[in-house]
């Protein structure tokens, strides 16, 4: 069985390198060994002409911990339908349920699985239909000592601690699981995701308490604590948030992306830095389905597709601190993402229900990880 794949003939977009031409993409030993290389006979040819051939995309925010948690999704089956190669998952499992996330899914999934641990205990282990208990409410469930224990035990997948603070969320305990998440972040050298609804606390005072590298997530969510005044002007505090280094994730989820908030804080110039889908059992039939969908937003919001391509591939690897993954060039992790943009009249959904229709969308054709290519 031959080791090395050629990606024939499609569009190669890689921002992080300056690519925008079609050509043909050799991946070899699980490596990235260039464009229009030569290869051995034998290789695996995928026919990519008219497609567009990215490096991996990476969702930032996605619920992987199926059978483990009711919001998860089969993981190898939403990297193909979003055609992303590395899923990291943003807190479904806490400490107390890693190790099973880690056996049951991260070790045989096809695709890459990494993952924010929750600083909560079981993580987020009561999010359903009539079921919604939020996990930071009880403070007698943080556990800041055996997160950062995890953590350390698994340098491998454990990429950052997560924590979801508001009203749903956090309930009574406000902004203390925030403390206690970013001692744990402190102590571990690790980033933090922190998830907002809606208030107490106001967005502001979750995004003033974020670190360079940190990420707000949910960061277009609407009205109430949204990332703006009523007026459409961007709040002090996550301008403020942005000249420390905070990254603005969007997390588009069951209820976290709105038209307007997009509208408002793009007039004003402030772009999140990663797209994301915050996809989970309860979204991924709409609004959010998946990361091309999302991403599919952004360009419906004025972005060109090679500016959607950076902020769901090396964006989400610099946040991650995976400088092997993202890009295309020569050395990288032969992760490969391969798509079609499919003209049509098509109708994007936010969270509100507000309907915004654009005449194309991206669809899935295959990924790559590790040079080993699935179809979708």
Known sequence: MTDTLIIRGGRVIDPANGIDKVADLVVSGGKVAGLDTEAPAGAQVVEAEGAIVTPGLIDLHTHVYWGGTSLGVDPDQYALKS???????????GPGNYPGFAKHIIEPAYSRVL??????????YAFGDGMRVGESDNMRLLAAREAATVARANPDTVIGIKVRIGRHASGASGIMPLDVALDVADDTGLPLMVHIDEPPPSYGEVVSRLRKGDVLTHCFRPFPNAPMHGDGRVRDEVRAARERGVLFDI?????????????????????????SS?????????????????MDK???????????VEAASIAPARAIRRDDLGHLGKGATGDVSVFREVSGDFALDDV????????????PVGIAVDGVWKAA
């Open 298 to 308: 952004f360009r419906a919001l004025g972005w060109t597709l090679p500016e959607v």
């Open 83 to 93: 055609a992303c190669t590395t899923l990291v998952d943003a807190g479904s499992a």
């Open 278 to 294: 915050d996809v989970h059992a309860f979204c991924i039939n709409g609004p959010a389905h998946d990361n091309l969908r999302v």
């Open 251 to 275: 997390g588009h989820g069951q209820g976290s992306f709105a038209w307007k908030s997009a509208r408002a804080m793009l007039a004003e110039g402030f772009r999140p830095d990663v797209i």
């Open 115 to 124: 993952a924010y641990i929750h600083v909560s205990f079981a993580g987020i």
């Open 352 to 363: 509100r229900g507000e309907v915004v229709q654009h005449d194309s969308r991206l669809e």
